[in-house]
C-alpha cells in the first residue's frame, strides 16, 4: 500500500501531522486545504508531554522547542490565587527536551507546514473537495475548482465541522455548544508565569507562557445561548468576565484593551460514536473527537491520530489498517473529551464537585503510555 496516493481534506494540525508521517513512510500526499490565507489565531496552544513525545516521532523537534516556551509542571491555583498544586510532568521525549511546552498557532503552523513542504507533500491551498466517490478500488475526488482527480486512500481532517464525515456518515450528530465560551489575549509575560497556571474554580481561567516575552490568557465563562459576540466591545467584556478574580489576574486584565486583539470562540464537543471510517476514507482530529480545551489536548489527539494513522497503514491493507487505527485511538480520545467536558460541567454549575489536580494528574498518566 505505500505507493498508494492519498488525499487529505484539512491542512490543520492534523492533516500536517498526517502529511508528514504518511510522507515518512512513502506514501504520496496531497493536502486540500480550503482556506487560501491558510490562516490561523495569532495566539498560542498548550503541548502536553505525550505531544512533545509525538512530534519527537515526526522527528522535528528540534524546530519545535526552538518556536516555544518550555516547562515541566502545572501550577494549579484557588480562586483567590492561593497555589494548590504543582503537578510535574514526565519528559517523554527523552531527558534532554522538555516535557511540555507553550507555542503560538502561527509559530506551530510554520514548523509543521515547513516539515510537510520539505517531506514531498503537494500542498494545494484554496481548495475544497465538492464530491467524492469511493468505487471500492479508489476514491474518485472533484474539487470545487471544478477539476477531478483519482486517489488511493481520504483522510478527513477537516475539523468540527467536517464535510467528509457529513459525507460517509450524514446521519451523525454534529458538534454541540457547551454552555462556555473562551476568551483569549496575549500578553507580556511576567517573569513569575514560567509554566502553564490554571485555576481551579468556576471562573475557568489560565496564563500560558509562549516566549521570553510574551505569553496568553484565557477565561471561560457561561454564555448562555450562544449569542453573537461583536468584536467592538470584546476588550471591555472579556474584563468583564474577569470580575472578582484573584488580585494578581485582574492587574493583568487592565492590560486587555484591543478589540480585535480578542480571540472569542464558543466551545463545543463531539465524540463520533460507531466507526470513524467508511471503505476507503477514514476521520482524524476533530472530525470524529473534538474537544473543549480544558484538558490542553485536542491538537495532542489529532497529533497521535496521524502518528497511529501512518503506522497502520503502513502495515495493513486500508479497512483493516482504518479498524486498528481507530482501536488504538478511541478510548484515549473518549477519554479527552469526556473528561474535558466534564471540566467545563463543573466550571458552569452542573457538577457540584471535580478534582481537577486530580483530572490533570490522571491526563498525564493515561497520556503517557504508548499510543
Ligand atoms: C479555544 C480552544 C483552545 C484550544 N487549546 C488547545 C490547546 O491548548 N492544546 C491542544 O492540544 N489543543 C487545543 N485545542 C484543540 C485544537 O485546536 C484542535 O483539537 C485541533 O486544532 C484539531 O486539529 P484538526 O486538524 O483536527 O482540525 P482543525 O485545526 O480545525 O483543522 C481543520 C482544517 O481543515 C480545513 N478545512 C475545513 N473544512 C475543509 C474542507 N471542506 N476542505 C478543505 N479544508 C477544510 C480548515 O480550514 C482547517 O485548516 C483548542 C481548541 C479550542 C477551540
Given at each position: 500500500m505505500q505507493q498508494a496516493r492519498i488525499l487529505i481534506?484539512?491542512?490543520?494540525?492534523?492533516?500536517?501531522?498526517?502529511?508528514?508521517?504518511?510522507?515518512?513512510?512513502?506514501?504520496?500526499?496531497?493536502?486540500?486545504?480550503?482556506?487560501?490565507?491558510?490562516?490561523?489565531?495569532?495566539?498560542?496552544?498548550?503541548?502536553?508531554?505525550?505531544v512533545v513525545r509525538a512530534i519527537a516521532s515526526l522527528g522535528l523537534l528540534d524546530a519545535y522547542v526552538a518556536s516555544a516556551y518550555p516547562f515541566d509542571r502545572i501550577e494549579m491555583f484557588a480562586p483567590d490565587g492561593t497555589q494548590v498544586a504543582s503537578i510535574p510532568s514526565p519528559r517523554l521525549a527523552g531527558g534532554d527536551y522538555p516535557a511540555q511546552l507553550g507555542i503560538s498557532r502561527p509559530a506551530l503552523q510554520r514548523v509543521l507546514a515547513d516539515a510537510a513542504r520539505s517531506a514531498g507533500t503537494e500542498i494545494r491551498l484554496g481548495a475544497s473537495v465538492e464530491r467524492f466517490e469511493d468505487d471500492g478500488d479508489g476514491?474518485?475526488?472533484?474539487?470545487?475548482?471544478g477539476t477531478c482527480e483519482?486517489?488511493?486512500?481520504?483522510?478527513?481532517?477537516?475539523?468540527?465541522?467536517?464535510?467528509?464525515?457529513?459525507?460517509?456518515?450524514?446521519?451523525?450528530?454534529?458538534?454541540?455548544f457547551t454552555g462556555q465560551s473562551v476568551w483569549r489575549y496575549n500578553l507580556p509575560r511576567p517573569a513569575e508565569v514560567e509554566c502553564l497556571q490554571a485555576y481551579t474554580g468556576r471562573v475557568g481561567l489560565g496564563l500560558v507562557p509562549l516566549s521570553a516575552d510574551t505569553m496568553y490568557m484565557f477565561v471561560t465563562s457561561p454564555e448562555p445561548g450562544n449569542p453573537h459576540v461583536p468584536v467592538e466591545g470584546r476588550a471591555a467584556a472579556m474584563r468583564q468576565r474577569l470580575a472578582g478574580v484573584a488580585p494578581r489576574i485582574a492587574a493583568?486584565?487592565?492590560?486587555?484593551?484591543?478589540?480585535r486583539a480578542v480571540v472569542y470562540k464558543p466551545l463545543e464537543a463531539l465524540y463520533l460514536e460507531g466507526p470513524w471510517h467508511k471503505g476507503r476514507v477514514v476521520l482524524i482530529g476533530d472530525a470524529v473527537h473534538g474537544t473543549t480545551p480544558h484538558l490542553g489536548q485536542g491538537a495532542g489527539m489529532a497529533i497521535e491520530d496521524s502518528i497511529v494513522l501512518a503506522d497502520e497503514l503502513a502495515r495493513h491493507a486500508p479497512e483493516p489498517a482504518f479498524a486498528a487505527y481507530q482501536a488504538r485511538r478511541e478510548g484515549r480520545c473518549r477519554f479527552i473529551v469526556e473528561s474535558s467536558v466534564a471540566v467545563g460541567e463543573f466550571q458552569l454549575g452542573r457538577r457540584d464537585t471535580l478534582d481537577y489536580p486530580a483530572l490533570t494528574r490522571e491526563m498525564f498518566e493515561r497520556t503517557a503510555k504508548p499510543v
Open positions: 481534506s484539512g491542512g490543520g494540525i492534523g492533516g500536517l501531522t498526517s502529511a508528514i508521517a504518511l510522507r515518512q513512510r512513502g506514501f504520496s500526499v496531497t493536502i486540500a486545504e480550503r482556506d487560501p490565507e491558510w490562516s490561523v489565531y495569532g495566539v498560542g496552544i498548550i503541548q502536553q508531554a505525550n476514491v474518485g475526488v472533484r474539487f470545487t475548482d483519482r486517489f488511493d486512500l481520504l483522510v478527513g481532517a477537516d475539523g468540527l465541522y467536517s464535510q467528509t464525515r457529513a459525507a460517509i456518515f450524514p446521519d451523525a450528530p454534529g458538534p454541540a493583568l486584565a487592565e492590560q486587555i484593551t484591543d478589540d
